[in-house]
């Protein structure tokens, strides 16, 4: 019998234990503040911006939400990063992507101080990541991290595969695999023979945006299979990169869409902003 990865079960504990932290922390005179940036009304990004400002209120951090129109420039934008960079207030930035097609993300990306930067996005953190240096971790990954370890799955020496090669998921979880001792090969859409380089796979993860593309033929028996995908299917149904109903049989745990990953990304970004707290004294 596969063991399901309860990933909204596992987001609670962890917004419950910085829950109880943000209160000491409250105590101790140190306390946060989160800035949401939304450009336009994009409903998939409201939903996520929503639920961002969810999680900060049940925590304990104070949120202030920036919700822009859509004709928003580039140079408008950039002003106000640059002015909540500034703002003491302000310990995380988030500027919601995608944004509109007329302003370069990774400019926006750029412009938010390192210090700042809760989605772990800016080129600092990433180079922070890769060298093992301390600093705010990219949102996806560490959860996947955190749903390993707490669900009991050995990482060290474990043959880890990764299919897809996104800044956002791909090359920050590979860093994170590495950081734990995992053995890690990242797979991509050059990648020849992919059948044969997942089925050696201890720890699958999936993270190439189409729909169950992933099938049993895929997937060495009893391996661990965490799907990052989200999309709608044939009945409009909520479903992964992983085709589930194919693959759960031969697994030894996997994460279900929705309720695995998703609910991790926030449960993580609120560990970055509390992170912000934790760090105040180590500042200049």
């Keep these: 019998m596969s063991q399901l990865i309860d990933g909204k079960k596992i987001s609670k504990q962890i917004k419950d234990e910085l829950k109880e932290e943000v209160l000491k922390l409250n105590a101790a005179g140190k306390s946060a503040c989160l800035a949401v940036v939304q450009v336009g009304d994009d409903p998939a990004s409201s939903v996520y911006v929503n639920n961002k400002k969810k999680a900060c209120a049940y925590i304990g951090i104070r949120s202030k939400a920036y919700e822009l129109p859509e004709s928003t420039t580039e140079e408008e934008l950039v002003s106000l990063v640059e002015e909540l960079n500034e703002d003491d207030e302000v310990n ?154 194919d693959v759960e049989p031969h697994t030894s745990a996997i994460t279900p869409v929705p309720g695995g990953v998703g609910p991790m990304t926030i449960a993580m970004l609120m560990n970055n902003c509390v992170e912000t707290i934790r760090t105040q004294e180590e500042r200049p």
Aim: glycine letters at 10%; proline letters at 4%.
């Design 92 to 245: 995380g930035i988030l500027v919601q992507l995608p944004l509109p097609e007329h302003i370069d993300e990774d400019k926006i990306i750029r412009t938010i101080s390192p210090e700042k930067d809760v989605d772990g996005f800016h080129p600092v953190s990433v180079g922070r990541l890769w060298i093992g240096e301390k600093g705010f971790l990219s949102c996806t990954p560490a959860g996947i991290i955190q749903l390993l370890k707490r669900s009991g799955i050995e990482i060290e020496g474990k043959e880890c595969v990764i299919v897809g090669r996104s800044n956002i998921v791909g090359k920050p979880m590979a860093a994170l695999l590495l950081r734990e001792n995992g053995t890690v090969t990242v797979t991509h859409s050059r990648t020849k023979n992919l059948k044969e380089v997942t089925k050696r796979a201890d720890i699958l993860i999936v993270a190439i945006g189409k729909r169950q593309y992933i099938t049993a033929d895929y997937v060495k028996e009893g391996a661990v299979v965490i799907d990052v995908g989200m999309h709608r299917d044939e009945n409009n149904h909520l479903c992964g990169d992983v085709d589930f109903a």
